[in-house]
């Protein structure tokens, strides 16, 4: 299989075409996962494999390091500040 | 032939799973790696609690003795690309502090720590008991199934 490959498909009567399965295997397109058609003027229509956006592996917090078991503390005491609680426990299941 | 109803699992996640999705891909404990494979794949739809990200904002716009303004206005555009990304992920559903989750907070009977208790609530508003975290109040305390990824000690 090259790069530029193209196939012949048949578009069934309710706008259906098959993705050739060793195209879905390279792109990883498995069940269900969407595709973006766009329609171009020059009787062409471009499917492509939509991008999730964590797949976008650009490192954006790259230089940042994870939190720390005292910054995520910190970080809830500064939503909530610390607070008189009891040890009692909450049920969360259906009643 | 019948076709099978498959139900998609859902999981509440907190600040530092939030981190990880965004962080050096090679550097992301192998739990994290998998979750993300499977949010991308559409195998599992991710809750992430507005309080999550307010940790998150908490952590990155602190300023430390070495930084300057430039480094924290730096660090809040990151995350308004995170956030971005994430409002507009499939299988990703930013879960607001509201009153509905006030409500659910109000039926319980005895109380604890407000930050939990909004993520426990998350978690019972989209029927799930599932969470990626590493704090151990989660299962010993609310009694959800907690996924985490440090060894138990």
Redesign the interface.
């Known amino acids: 299989m090259t790069v530029g490959e193209k196939v012949v498909e048949n578009v069934t009567s309710n706008g259906r075409i098959t993705i050739p399965q060793k195209w879905r295997k390279l792109l990883d397109l498995g069940d269900n996962m969407p595709v973006e058609l766009e329609l171009s003027d020059n009787k062409e229509i471009i499917v492509k494999k939509k991008e999730h956006p964590l797949e976008i592996e650009d490192d954006l917090f790259g230089d940042i390091e994870p939190f720390t078991e005292e910054e995520l503390s910190k970080a809830k005491e500064s939503i909530f500040p610390e607070q008189e609680w009891n040890d009692n426990h909450i049920d969360i299941g259906d009643d | 032939m019948t076709l099978a109803t498959i139900e998609m699992e859902t999981a509440v996640i907190d ?2 799973v939030l ?7 090679s550097k992301v404990p192998a739990l994290l790696q998998d979750l ?1 494979k499977k ?4 195998k599992i739809t991710v809750i992430i609690p507005v ?1 999550a990200i ?3 904002y ?3 716009r602190k300023k430390m003795d070495s930084d300057t303004d430039q480094d924290v206005e730096q ?1 809040l555009a ?1 995350l308004k ?2 956030i ?3 409002k ?3 299988h ?1 559903i930013i879960d607001a502090f509201d009153t509905q989750l006030l409500d659910l907070m109000l039926q ?8 939990d ?1 909004i993520i ?2 998350s ?2 508003r989209h029927g799930t ?1 599932i969470i990626y975290a590493t704090d151990k109040k989660y299962r010993e ?4 199934d907690l996924r985490s990824w440090k060894k138990a000690r």
């Open positions: 600040a530092q981190f990880y999705f965004h962080y050096a891909y993300k949010v991308i794949a559409g309080v307010s940790e998150l908490y952590k990155l660090r990151k690309i995170a971005q990304r994430w507009s992920s499939d990703v319980n009977k005895q109380y604890h720590e407000i930050f208790e426990a609530m978690c019972k008991n305390i609310f009694h959800l």
